[in-house]
């Protein structure tokens, strides 16, 4: 993932890096790729383009390694076989998955299908005894979520949610920050997050795969950035919806939501949503004594952090490079990270999603219980 | 207001500057002073620290003249006299103050009193057949405000509100842009205005002067904002209070308050009111083609903007100056403001702000007749 020189020259430039480190990896490992510990060896299913970032960030893992496959579409299968090095033996078809439970050469499967696949998937992948990483949203709704989460839990193997903000260095010292008091008490929240969704026949605009709109793939890190960069959980929400394009936007599918969170400290969250507007990703937080932002604060590429006192200076690291690694240390070592990314917190943000449509429905403030 | 020097130095910056500048002064105005034409005579009533603020600022304006002072401290009468060359014969006393009507040296009266008090100087301004500029809010609420509207129809006398942002010449060019279509179908507005307020026992912090807390002084900045960046009249509003320390915020004295508006495209405004943070004062806004950001957005210093094109670089001024002047020729010479700052213009604020104190209450989406 870095090269010796660009290492030694970027740490230089951050007094901080060092606290931040331990939650990617360790300045040994990173030095000399002398890593000898266990290795969450992992098999992805659902071949997209989201798969295949995540299996290119892979190639950089210490303790996750990408050696199975799971998909839908034979030639997928024989691509990822050459291109990622992965055994013939270790690649199956949707009807043929089930018979992972007899392949002993991997330990967990990370589902990246659409939304309204990820429960059947989970629980056939929990029954073959794998762990289980799931794309959020974890689910189409709460109680969906649920039955992943007692499912896992039966068949005594992990179920992770791939939350891969909740890894992210810059992230994790703004919470750091505010823990050691350095924004004072808090009390304001703004999650901006959308971008312009292109091609109307995706997925992610078909109610009946995506389970909603922008929320379930966008709006759902204004959520969960909420909670995390607040460190509380939300006891009632509102929310606002606008549509200016149903044709491209039909019944169930949400272009444009904003929604407003309240903690038990009296801190709030405000929000915004959307499928129809680029310019966004950014989170804003305020206490009474300085702020933290991050902009961009979700996308792929560099995040950008600052507060009252100044530019966050951190090595730019690889989403999903983190997360995997640090997902292995989860699963295998049973770690615990300082953002929670097990099923019962994709099950949190799934009941505050649920919540936010009975909101926009009711026109009314609605009490969550998390 | 400017040097020849810096005038010419900021100048050559600024290809842009030329469009902005007839809403500041002419060119010739400012290079050669040479203003000739009608100039409105101003007292100021109310002098606090705001009012010497427009005070110090008027010393710079060419169109208008501050002329009179009115007070209910005989001391600072004295003071004014000294400081700012006013003659004995344009002071008043809130007790001798409908005796202007009989000076035929001043035009207008400027009310800069606590927003209880607006709404009584105004009248009697009115009835002395004075011209009235009066500090935002207009009033108390919206019933209030119409009156005052009235009051001065009937009286053959203007109403204007003290909108200083609604000549800041970054803002207006955000403005002109967005009327041309640089910035595509307009979306969202973000507005963050607020402060941590001092001392508890300002008047600013008494329901029975304020009228309300934060919303009535500083809210009232995204209220309007919202309005003129999106350049529609919004149809809903929907709004959630906090509160920290009710202590400080007593019944009726709103610390933050977040609020919605809905507007007949389509678009949607999302608000933060507040008199419990610092690090805010943002303006953003946002379409399908592109994006602007004003921060700080509506304080006393200089404003600073950009656009997806990038930074404007326009000419620092003095809000206070520009406003008076601007205000000068509305009164004089019925110019029309790109953004109004009449009567009526007050009037939509103060109806806003009303259903924002009773969507507070209701919990459900309140609509607007604007």
New interface residues.
């Given amino acids: 993932m870095y090269s010796r020189r660009k290492f030694l020259l970027q740490i230089s430039s951050s007094a901080a890096l060092m606290s931040a480190f331990p939650i990617t990896k360790s300045f040994s490992e990173v030095m000399s790729n002398s890593y000898d510990g266990p290795v969450l060896r992992v098999a992805l299913l659902g071949l997209g383009s989201y798969a295949t970032r995540v299996a290119n960030a892979m190639q950089s893992c210490t303790r996750a390694k990408l050696v199975g496959a799971v998909s839908g579409t034979p030639q997928k299968l024989k691509d990822w076989q050459s291109k990622f090095n992965i055994p013939e033996k270790n690649c199956y078809s949707y009807d043929t998955f089930d018979q992972i439970k007899n392949n002993p050469d991997i330990d967990a499967v990370y589902v990246i299908t659409p939304n309204s696949l990820h429960r059947p998937f989970a629980l056939r992948a929990a029954s073959a005894g794998k762990h289980v990483i799931c794309e959020k949203p974890l689910a189409l709704n709460a109680k969906e979520g649920q039955e992943m989460v007692d499912a896992c839990k039966k068949a005594n193997v992990k179920l992770l949610v791939g939350y891969r903000m909740h890894f992210e260095p810059k992230t994790l010292e703004i919470i750091r920050q505010r823990n050691v008091g350095t924004f004072g008490?808090i009390?304001?929240f703004?999650g901006?997050t959308g971008f312009?969704i292109g091609d109307p026949s995706q997925w992610r605009l078909n109610k009946e795969l995506a389970g909603g709109g922008a929320m379930m793939d966008i709006g759902i890190y204004s959520i969960n950035g909420a909670r995390y960069m607040i460190g509380e959980e939300p006891t009632w929400v509102?929310a606002?919806e606008?549509?200016?394009d149903p044709a491209k936007f039909k019944e169930g599918v949400d272009e444009?939501i904003?929604f407003?969170l309240?903690f038990p400290?009296?801190?709030?969250a405000?929000c915004?949503s959307?499928y129809?507007?680029s310019?966004?990703d950014r989170f804003?937080l305020?206490?009474?004594k300085?702020?933290a932002e991050l902009k961009p604060s979700t996308g792929y590429g560099p995040i950008e952090g600052r507060t009252?006192s100044g530019e966050l200076n951190f090595l730019h690291v690889t989403h999903q490079t983190v997360q995997m690694d640090e997902m292995a240390s989860v699963i295998l070592e049973n770690k615990k990270p300082i953002v929670p990314v097990d099923g019962e917190e994709g099950v949190k943000d799934m009941k505050i999603i649920d919540a936010i449509y009975k909101a926009v429905k009711s026109?009314?403030?609605e009490t969550l219980s998390l």
């Fill in positions: 008490k009390l304001y703004n901006q312009t509102t606002q606008t549509k200016t444009t904003l407003q309240g400290s009296g801190a709030v405000s915004l959307t129809a507007m310019n966004l804003f305020n206490g009474t300085g702020f009252s026109g009314k403030k």
